[in-house]
């Protein structure tokens, strides 16, 4: 996900689907420890999606 569509979404949105991406996180990590994933970068960039919505939520909070 980019920032620019992360700056679209309103911050309920956001929220949600911050809160889906944390789930997706953990069963991709869980899944990994037992068999390895085809494609371990998804790891990577789900965290960094996780990363840049905290980051907006927390601009939105301070900008209130």
Request: charged letters at 40%; a positive charge; glycine letters at 2%.
């Amino acid at each position: 996900m980019k920032a620019a569509e992360i700056k679209g979404l309103n911050t309920e949105e956001l929220q949600e689907k911050l809160v889906a991406q944390v789930k997706e996180y953990d069963r991709m990590k869980l899944t990994h420890a037992i068999s390895p994933l085809e494609n371990s970068s998804q790891i990577k960039s789900v965290r960094r999606d996780i990363a840049r919505m905290k980051t907006e939520l927390r601009l939105r909070e301070l900008n209130k």
